[in-house]
């Protein structure tokens, strides 16, 4: 079964420094979504694309994420600089049509770890 | 940001026995209704979702039971094994056409040998 790749698995670096992370989407799939979670809740969305195009990133810091899908096929999300409450896992998912009704497939995720 | 409230936090159950997470939401424009178990270490996956046109879905130990008038919709398992130990999300659309999902804040459920 087609999977949701992420990179790095693991990921610890200090407050202030930047960081990216990496996600491959199911191939086919046009929607992506950056989502995070701290430990002990829900998942919550941070960025969503259709293709190349942003839809919907208002959860998304702006003074300090980014994230891009250059060719919409893989993204990746960047955190610069990196504060002690980035720490959470970072979880790429995609669906086949973005749509109400559509499953959405994550990967395995980051884990982020500042110091 | 629409609200999700999901219960109990935390559920033990013993082997065989059932094991009820319940979810109320907020917007009942939507046709998608869908719970997700994480396990340790890994990314949710979808585990079994429903239609707001039918009241009930099983598959196999697995059934959502849905009310729509009381915006809730819950999980049951039934003969709950050690294997269903794990993270459970209801994650009602937060939007009509994106797709979005708004997690709850996930249920532990501990299945006792």
């Known amino acids: 079964e087609a999977e949701v790749a992420q990179s790095p698995r693991y990921k610890i670096t200090e407050k202030s420094q930047a960081v990216a992370f990496w996600c491959d989407p199911i191939s086919g799939h046009a929607t992506l979504y950056w989502y995070r979670q701290i430990l002990g809740q829900g998942p919550e969305l941070l960025v969503q694309f259709q293709d190349e195009s942003v839809v919907d990133d208002s959860q998304l810091p702006k003074d300090r994420f980014s994230a891009e899908r250059l060719k919409g096929v893989d993204s990746t999300l960047k955190i610069q600089p990196a504060e002690l409450g980035d720490s959470a896992m970072y979880l790429c998912?995609?669906?086949?049509?973005?749509?109400?009704?559509?499953?959405?497939?994550f990967g395995n995720g980051t884990r982020l770890t500042v110091t | 940001q629409q609200q999700v409230k999901q219960s109990p936090q935390s559920l033990i159950v013993q082997k065989g026995g059932i094991s009820i997470i319940n979810c109320a939401y907020e917007n009942t424009a939507f046709d998608y209704f869908p719970w997700y178990q994480q396990f340790p270490g890994k990314g949710p996956a979808l585990l079994i979702a429903?239609?707001?046109?039918?009241s009930e879905k099983k598959e196999g130990r697995f059934t959502i039971s849905f009310n729509k008038s009381a915006k809730q919709f819950s999980l049951h398992i039934m003969d709950s094994q050690p294997g269903d130990s794990a993270t459970y999300f209801c994650a009602p659309p937060g939007s009509s056409n994106t797709g979005k999902l708004i997690f709850g804040q996930g249920t532990t459920l501990q299945v006792k040998p």
């Open positions: 429903i239609r707001p046109d039918v």
């Open positions: 998912a995609s669906s086949e049509q973005g749509a109400g009704n559509s499953p959405l497939h």
